[in-house]
């Protein structure tokens, strides 16, 4: 199951599935999974931006190991594939860059979550 990560012409970032773009007209579930590429290419593009570099040719895409029987993603590989110009000295770089996202961050240690309603009653300790 793997999510297309693109640039357009402006710089603005376009999440895809099967060759359909991920919007907020999709499942909240497909947007959840896509914020991962997607924050991951916000930093590229700001990487890649500071030093000038055009993002032509820059893509990403987010490659997740899905278990159909828990109906689970597994793995996530987030792999930017960058044009035969750009300078191999920056490769570690970028992939230390990506890696400061916060959306990966909060995968990797997930935080808590609690239901509630407004129907809740407080009890008093």
Not at 28 to 53: E, N
Not at 65 to 80: F, G
Not at 94 to 114: E, S
Request: aromatic share 8%; net charge negative; glycine share 4%.
């Amino acid at each position: 199951m793997n999510i297309d990560i693109s640039f357009d012409n402006t710089g603005k970032i376009i999440p895809s599935f099967n060759g359909n773009e991920i919007t907020m007209d999709e499942s909240p579930y497909m947007i959840y999974l896509a914020t991962t590429g997607m924050c991951s290419a916000v930093y590229v593009r700001a990487f890649l931006t500071q030093r000038g570099m055009s993002l032509e040719g820059v893509t990403l895409t987010q490659i997740m190991d899905y278990n159909r029987m828990t109906n689970m993603i597994e793995s996530i590989e987030v792999k930017v594939n960058l044009p035969g110009t750009f300078p191999t000295k920056y490769n570690k770089a970028i992939k230390a860059t990506v890696d400061q996202c916060p959306v990966k961050k909060h995968m990797v240690t997930p935080p808590a979550v609690k239901v509630t309603t407004n129907l809740d009653v407080e009890v008093d300790a």
